[in-house]
């Protein structure tokens, strides 16, 4: 397959351009222990409605609604797990937060626990 170089700048440039979002993305993260206590852990938008057994769109609506807090890094969705546990505690069944606390343990609980 022969490629001329008009179509290969093209494509070095979306790569360029996309390379360089990605990078943008890694920074953001790589400074999250500045903003967020060190024991603090993040879900993304995968991994919660994996864990609750919901769709993204349901996630999608608990966040509109305000129900649910949320932040964003570049364009992916990011919640605290101890955001997550009040919402869960607050909105879902007995069973899902059962659930969720032995994925999750509160390190308060963990504590108690320990002693």
């Known amino acids: 397959m022969y ?3 008009e179509d290969f700048e093209k494509w070095m440039q979306k790569l360029s351009k996309k390379l360089s ?3 943008q ?7 999250t222990d ?3 206590d060190k024991d603090e852990k993040l879900l993304d938008n995968q991994d919660l409605a994996f864990l609750l057994k919901i769709s993204k769109r349901t996630l999608q609506r608990y966040r509109s609604s305000g129900k649910l ?4 890094i570049g364009h992916k969705t990011y919640y605290k797990v101890n955001d997550v546990r009040v919402f869960v505690h607050t909105h879902m069944d007995y069973w899902t937060s059962q659930e969720f606390d032995k994925k999750h343990p509160n390190e308060d609980n963990k504590d108690e626990k320990e002693e």
Not at 25 to 31: E, H, P, W
Not at 69 to 72: I, N, R, S, W
């Open 3 to 5: 490629i001329n170089n």
């Open 21 to 23: 979002v990605i990078g």
């Open 25 to 31: 993305d890694l920074k953001s993260l790589i400074n």
């Open 34 to 36: 500045k903003v967020f």
């Open 69 to 72: 807090p949320y932040f964003m």
